[in-house]
């Protein structure tokens, strides 16, 4: 049986990666401007152009994907006579996955043998990505649908998002911290550190003042917490600061070995509650 692999653009990988892997995708929506586009990975509005637009002023909003959108796609695929694996932005961030599972419920009563399974990644961006990597690495090495699922579950806990923004404003209207911190953080410049815990929810770290002091933290978390990175294909998601990328992937082998570095660019959705310089890096490590 064939495995179809799903997943949604709250993975922020690069199209060309999706495309060549035949991976469906599913696209979380954006209200920009009283428009919403769908966060495509930056097919229908290219990331630069977001950005742009939210340091014109623009104040974006976002939705999941809707159970309808699932349903079709999970049904297209049921009829072809495939085994089905989603992996989704974590439930604690979005209710994607809360749409996935009631489409796979609706689909399980008109086609009990459906083979449907959903990966809640408690991830966000290319820690989504990292499970995406390893699935797709193992359904090319024959690896049976069981053993990937399991195996995704026993790692995802332990996928490490090292994060910093750049403006503290996008946290304010997320409600991630309050007005006045915003405003005072903004004029002492002080750059918080952001991290996903076990249950999947992007909670505060550390606070540094000045942006290296916050980029050097980002490096030292993959010392820290890293496991056999040497081994490891590290992921540098960024919004539209890929000057910053990539001197924190300079940084990175300077002091470390690698076995790869791949910088995506964080799309609409993640990158309307972060921010434009909203920078991350992302590993397999020991505990969150």
Do not use: W
Not at 41 to 70: C, R, W
């Amino acid at each position: 049986m064939n495995i179809k692999l799903i997943t949604d653009s709250a993975c922020d990988l690069s199209i060309d990666y999706i495309k060549e892997n035949n991976i469906a995708l599913v696209s979380l929506m954006v209200n920009l401007n009283g428009e919403f586009i769908p966060d495509d990975l930056g097919q229908t509005i290219s990331h630069k152009d977001f950005y742009k637009a939210v340091k014109e002023g623009a104040m974006p909003s976002t939705t999941q994907v809707n159970v309808g959108t699932f349903y079709d796609i999970f049904k297209k695929y049921v009829e072809k006579g495939d085994a089905i694996l989603y992996i989704g932005i974590s439930s604690a961030l979005s209710g994607t996955v809360s749409s996935a599972t009631t489409a796979r419920e609706m689909i399980l009563e008109e086609y009990p043998e459906a083979i449907i399974h959903i990966i809640d990644s408690l991830c966000v961006s290319a820690g989504e990505g990292v499970l995406i990597y390893k699935a797709v690495e193992m359904l090319k090495n024959n690896v049976s649908l069981d053993e990937i699922v399991n195996y995704l579950e026993s790692i995802k806990r332990k996928v490490i998002h090292a994060i910093t923004v750049d403006d503290l404003n996008h946290l304010k209207r997320g409600g991630r911290i309050s007005g006045a911190v915003a405003a005072v953080g903004g004029l002492l410049g002080i750059k918080p550190t952001l991290k996903i815990d076990d249950e999947g929810r992007a909670v505060a770290s550390e606070k540094f003042k000045g942006r290296k002091k916050a980029l050097k933290y980002l490096v030292n978390q993959l010392g820290i917490n890293g496991d056999n990175i040497e081994e490891q294909t590290i992921f540098i998601c960024n919004a539209d600061c890929i000057e910053d990328a990539l001197q924190v992937k300079t940084m990175i082998m300077d002091e470390y070995k690698v076995k790869d570095i791949v910088i995506t660019s964080i799309g609409a959705v993640i990158g309307t509650h972060g921010g434009p310089g909203t920078i991350a890096i992302v590993f397999i490590g020991k505990e969150r």
